[in-house]
């Protein structure tokens, strides 16, 4: 088996669009989260939402390209753009050697609902446009990708909810660990837009603090009340370890354990069992113990039910071992289906700075969080191993543990 | 509708949505090759003909177009049928 290192990250988020400005971000413990009036004339509950500025590719993509372009494509191009020129990856590198694209992403509620509504006036499919099939199709993050960049290994999207993201640099992982690929470019990408999360918003669970939006996203927190959608574009790109050094990359981390479950429950409500055989299992894959993990990047999205629940399963699987954990989702809210990438790259930009980010608006935790080693304050810190967790509905959790060499 | 105001309306979709360059477009110049078209971008065209002059081709209405002059007059038949 091979060692799969990591040479490369891009983001396109809330709290920053480069990896520099993510960085001060995450130190400063700056929140991205804003109101959206629009929201509440759709006939949201909340109108809490992270917002990103919108694209201008147009000096970058042909006008063919752009067109299969919906945001959550502008956003994955964007991240896997700044991942590729970080690993030094440039276009003869990705036309002489076969790379990968897998991508975590569960909707395009936006292209579809625009079709849709042009089909129901005119009465005529074609009056859509030759973009709209490419755009309405889950999988149109990873067709844009490999067309603009012309990658020529596996390629598809991966849908799993809320741990999309995640699952996709896991199976990355395991395609390079096992010699089935040599270079993997993953990540996730999340639309914002009211179509995205009307149904979800529906179900009662986000956060409805208005009146102080940076304060609405508090994971752990006693006083949350739901979640804030979130999203953006996130990417990393990954290659065996001899790669790595054969090209003089700069390794920004390992990935040394990959773990998922599924709860077998409830089709929304998490629980504690499912989650935690997931990362016992990453921890095992790993081959180390749960004492040498010194931060957990956590799922927790500030819905009461999911932390407490993620806060007894890390409580089961490190015990003592108490490693740091904070929820990036304080300052970012929930990405959805770019989460469990995003989070990746949160946490490895910790690993190569010497920090942990804080999880902000954490006042008084509850019975669960309280046993935990929750970062209220950001802390100048070296770590060595972390591991990000992820879960989605339908009961599917992804664990990854990242060690820096 | 007069051909000028027609050649005018064409031209205008043609520089903002199909992005070509207005001292590119030349009566006698071969629209495919100048526009850069592909399969997917008639497609486009048939929308922009339909958002501009409300009427509807179809892909039988391009075989035969070759030049922007080609490509006017086939508008000019469909906008003055």
Not at chain 1, 47 to 63: C, H, I, M, S, W
Not at chain 1, 152 to 181: D, E, P, R
Not at chain 1, 366 to 374: F, R
Request: contains cysteine.
């Amino acid at each position: 088996m091979r060692r799969v290192v990591i040479t490369g990250m891009g983001i396109y988020s809330c709290i920053g669009t480069t990896i520099e400005e993510v960085k001060k971000s995450l130190y400063e413990g700056t929140s991205g989260i804003v109101v959206d009036p629009e929201r509440k004339e759709f006939g949201y509950r909340s109108a809490l939402t992270g917002t990103v500025p919108t694209p201008n590719l147009k000096k970058e993509l042909t006008r063919r390209q752009r067109m299969s372009f919906g945001s959550e494509s502008e956003y994955a191009y964007i991240a896997t753009k700044q991942a590729f020129e970080q690993a030094k990856v440039d276009q003869t590198f990705l036309d002489t050697q076969e790379i990968g694209v897998l991508f975590g992403n569960d909707s395009t509620a936006q292209s579809v609902m625009e079709a849709i509504d042009k089909i129901r006036i005119k009465k005529d499919t074609t009056l859509v446009g030759s973009g709209s099939v490419f755009k309405s199709m889950n999988s149109t993050i990873t067709m844009n990708l490999s067309t603009v960049f012309k990658l020529k290994g596996v390629n598809f999207t991966i849908s799993a909810a809320c741990a999309s993201g995640s699952h996709a640099i896991g199976m990355g992982y395991m395609l390079i660990k096992q010699g089935l690929q040599d270079y993997m470019i993953c990540g996730g990408g999340q639309e914002i837009n009211s179509y995205a999360f009307g149904s979800f918003d529906g179900l009662g669970v986000f956060s409805t603090h208005e009146e102080n939006p940076t304060q609405a996203s508090r994971p752990f927190d006693s006083k949350r009340d739901g979640l804030v959608p979130s999203g953006g574009g996130a990417a990393i790109f990954m290659e065996s370890y001899e790669s790595a050094v054969a090209r003089g990359a700069t390794i920004l981390g390992e990935v040394i354990g990959y773990g998922f479950s599924s709860n077998g429950a409830h089709i929304s409500t998490p629980n504690a069992e499912g989650p935690s055989r997931a990362m016992q299992r990453a921890v095992q894959q790993a081959n180390i113990t749960p004492c040498q993990i010194d931060y957990v990047n956590a799922h927790a999205t500030s819905t009461p039910v999911g932390d407490a629940n993620e806060a007894k399963a890390i409580n089961e699987v490190f015990g003592d071992a108490n490693p740091y954990v904070s929820s990036t989702k304080s300052m970012t809210g929930h990405e959805c289906w770019m989460a469990g990438a995003s989070e990746i790259v949160y946490s490895l930009i910790m690993l190569n700075n010497g920090f942990i980010a804080p999880n902000i608006n954490l006042e008084t935790p509850d019975e669960d969080a309280a046993k935990l080693n929750l970062v209220k304050e950001t802390i100048d810190k070296k770590i060595d191993v972390f591991l990000s967790n992820s879960f989605g509905f339908g009961g599917t959790n992804s664990a990854i543990v990242i060690k820096k060499i | 509708m007069e051909t000028s105001v027609i050649i005018e309306k064409v031209n205008a979709f043609l520089i903002e949505e199909f992005e070509v360059e207005a001292s590119e477009i030349a009566v006698e110049a071969n629209l495919q090759e100048t526009l850069d078209l592909d399969s997917l971008d008639y497609v486009d065209l048939v929308v922009a003909i339909e958002a501009s002059f409300g009427v509807k081709l179809i892909g039988d209405d391009f075989v035969g177009i070759e030049t922007f002059q080609d490509f006017y007059t086939l508008i000019e038949k469909k906008v003055n049928k």
